[in-house]
């Protein structure tokens, strides 16, 4: 290590403070491409990646459209969002 703990943690105040502290959280969809690359590279083609990625997209929208999922957590939405398009799909 370069820095030692206490460094990292001031220059994370420091940017922090310099930014207000305005910071958006993940999205579901941030969360559905973090859980994508948990998959073996072998399982799907690039074509499969991007498919299911559009319909987890598709999901996610229409998740998000609907005033029911208000208040769940992003990775919760993207998680199920996933979910649903890994089960649907003819993969």
Known sequence: ???????VVEMERL??????WRMNPPTALAFIRQFME????????DCETKELY??????TELALQ???????KA???GLAALKNSLLSSTM
């Open 1 to 7: 290590g370069l820095f030692t703990k206490d460094q």
């Open 15 to 20: 940017l922090l403070q310099s930014l207000q």
């Open 38 to 45: 948990l998959f073996p590279d072998d399982i799907l083609s």
């Open 54 to 59: 559009h319909f987890s997209t598709i999901q």
């Open 66 to 72: 609907s005033g029911v999922f208000v208040g769940w």
């Open 75 to 77: 990775s919760d939405i």
